[in-house]
């Protein structure tokens, strides 16, 4: 049985992609801070393990790892989903908060080096193995008050790309899932558990949803072996760019 790993399970993108990775027949790994609600979805799951991780924290990785890597027994760990993130705040460069800022680069950049340096031997040792990383269209475009977070997502996507390279002539692959606006916990996160504020970021228009970026992330890595989906960008209908969202007209 294939093992895959997916970072920040216990929310939106990550628990949609245990469930549909699972589904699929893999054996799924899951890590988050929140223990009660990832060990909520993996429950009911055979062959599915919730598993404390805090990727911003070395020695959470570590023990992560060990306990992933004993989980997977024989089978080992073919894929990694390195999907933990998050935008703080939405203030301009001129008004920034550096510890925001610090926290989104540990947590999205540095969280995703950590955990693809653990995990690479595994990854290389399955002989198909897959680094898919969680990006944004954050990473391809900036917006008023997302210097913080495009500029976290513009260094995930060059990490990916310099993996992209530097693994050529190895047996894993490595694929971006870039989506637009997903309606998750994520604007809940950004605006300090604020719902209402949360609320208007999706208002008038359909957002995408988990299931919806789970799709593109199973899809990914269930393309053969010698296949490498390089890089996958994604929004609803109604968005043509960070900022050009089309909303129906409230009455
Ligand atoms: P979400 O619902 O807030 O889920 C985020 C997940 O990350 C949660 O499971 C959270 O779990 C986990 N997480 C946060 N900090 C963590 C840490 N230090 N260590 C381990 N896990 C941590 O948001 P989402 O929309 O699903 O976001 C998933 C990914 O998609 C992120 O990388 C985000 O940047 C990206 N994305 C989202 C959107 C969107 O519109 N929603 C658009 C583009 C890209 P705990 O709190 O339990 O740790």
């Given at each position: 049985m294939k093992t895959a790993i997916v970072t920040g399970g216990s929310a939106g993108i990550g628990e949609a992609t245990v469930r549909r990775l699972h589904h699929d027949g893999f054996r799924v790994i899951t890590g988050a801070r929140r223990l009660d609600k990832l060990e909520h979805i993996t429950g009911p799951l055979?062959?599915?393990?919730?598993?404390?991780?805090?990727?911003?924290?070395?020695?959470?990785?570590?023990?992560?790892?060990?306990?992933?890597?004993?989980?997977?027994?024989?089978?080992g760990i073919a894929v990694l989903v390195n999907n933990a993130g998050a935008a703080l705040g939405l203030e301009s460069v001129a008004e920034a908060r550096e510890d925001l800022w610090q926290r989104m680069f540990e947590l999205n950049?540095?969280?995703v080096l950590r955990m693809t340096k653990a995990l690479l031997p595994q990854l290389i040792a399955s002989g198909d193995g897959?680094?898919?990383?969680?990006?944004?269209?954050?990473?391809?475009?900036?917006?008023?008050?997302?210097?913080?977070?495009?500029?976290?997502?513009?260094?995930?996507?060059?990490?990916t790309r310099t993996l992209r390279i530097e693994l050529l002539g190895k047996p894993v692959?490595?694929?971006?899932?870039?989506?637009?606006?997903?309606?998750?916990?994520?604007?809940?996160?950004?605006?300090?558990?604020?719902?209402?504020?949360?609320?208007?970021?999706?208002?008038?228009?359909?957002?995408?949803?988990g299931e919806d970026i789970a799709d593109c992330i199973a899809w990914a890595v269930t393309r053969p072996a010698h296949v490498n989906i390089d890089e996958i960008l994604v929004r609803p209908r109604a968005q043509a760019t960070a900022t050009a969202v089309y909303r129906e007209p409230t009455s």
């Open positions: 055979d062959h599915a393990t919730a598993l404390s991780l805090d990727v911003t924290d070395p020695d959470s990785i570590d023990r992560f790892v060990a306990d992933a890597v004993a989980a997977a027994g024989d089978d950049v540095m969280g897959h680094i898919l990383n969680v990006g944004s269209i954050a990473g391809f475009e900036t917006y008023p008050g997302g210097g913080g977070y495009t500029a976290s997502k513009h260094a995930l996507r060059a990490v692959r490595v694929t971006e899932v870039a989506p637009g606006l997903v309606e998750t916990e994520f604007s809940l996160v950004r605006f300090e558990q604020d719902a209402k504020r949360a609320k208007g970021v999706y208002s008038g228009m359909q957002p995408l949803t």
